[in-house]
């Protein structure tokens, strides 16, 4: 069993948090393919383009040679999209985190330690900075993929838990994409609720029907 500790964040963390953070990313590329090959425009297109080109060309190769080019170029496109949705996520607040999640403004950030090492990253920030003590969310939530089902995760998200209870806020909140079973799972077995749900309001987000869920706890009448 691998033994690990969960303290603040440090300044030598920086560059482990990041990268902690980025991989933890990127392991969802390959699923938001998938997400997105299903939508049923993108079935229709692909069906459409298929038969239009074994009508013209009479031959099977063609139509199964353009599909593969436009399934490869997809690929690409999207990958470049997420990569660009991580790189502006460590360009926001994990671009200075002993700023971003200063105690003195209601924040902090942690780690989780193992093998001397920095393998687990959460957050908690202010939802509202006009109202430091009503509602913190809970960010960048992640574990190497090698120390999963250790329980840091859970461990992480009640040292967040509880930083908010200290501090008197009414809830803790955060957000999940379509693509974090896991971590839906996670949060629901500590009892966040789901609160709302809607799809990203930009014409990328509703080609791809990026459905966003908000998980809520409340903090009053909870031990």
């Known amino acids: 069993m691998v033994e690990y500790r969960i303290r603040p964040y440090r300044e030598e963390d920086y560059e482990a948090v990041r990268e902690v953070f980025a991989t933890g990313m990127n392991e969802y590329a390959p699923a938001l393919c998938l997400h997105v090959l299903r939508q049923p425009w993108v079935l229709l297109v692909l069906g459409c383009t298929f038969c239009l080109l074994l009508a013209s060309a009479r031959s099977l190769l063609l139509p199964v040679?353009?599909?593969?080019?436009?399934?490869?170029?997809?690929?690409?496109?999207?990958?470049?999209?997420?990569?660009?949705?991580?790189?502006?996520?460590?360009?926001?607040?994990?671009?200075d985190i002993g700023?971003?999640?200063?105690?003195?403004?209601?924040a902090r950030f942690w780690v989780a330690e193992a093998d001397e090492r920095v393998v687990g990253t959460v957050g908690v920030?202010?939802?509202?900075?006009?109202?430091?003590?009503?509602?913190?969310?809970?960010?960048?939530?992640?574990?190497?993929?090698?120390?999963?089902g250790l329980g840091i995760a859970t461990a992480l998200a009640r040292a967040a838990l509880d930083f908010a209870r200290q501090r008197g806020c009414r809830a803790v909140v955060l957000n999940t994409l379509m693509l974090q079973h896991e971590a839906r799972a996670l949060y629901e077995r500590l009892g966040f609720c789901r609160h709302r749900r809607y799809v990203l309001p930009t014409v990328y987000g509703r080609l791809a029907n990026c459905t966003i869920t908000v998980?809520?706890?409340?903090?009053?009448?909870r031990p």
Do not use: F, N, Q
Not at 75 to 86: D, E, F, K, V
Not at 99 to 106: D, R, T
Not at 125 to 148: I, N
């Open 99 to 106: 700023a971003s999640y200063a105690e003195s403004a209601g």
């Open 215 to 221: 998980y809520r706890y409340d903090l009053a009448g």
């Open 65 to 95: 040679l353009a599909i593969t080019l436009l399934l490869a170029l997809a690929r690409h496109l999207l990958g470049c999209a997420w990569s660009t949705y991580i790189d502006r996520c460590l360009g926001d607040d994990l671009r």
């Open 125 to 148: 920030r202010p939802a509202d900075k006009r109202e430091p003590r009503g509602e913190l969310a809970l960010k960048r939530m992640s574990v190497r993929k090698d120390y999963r």
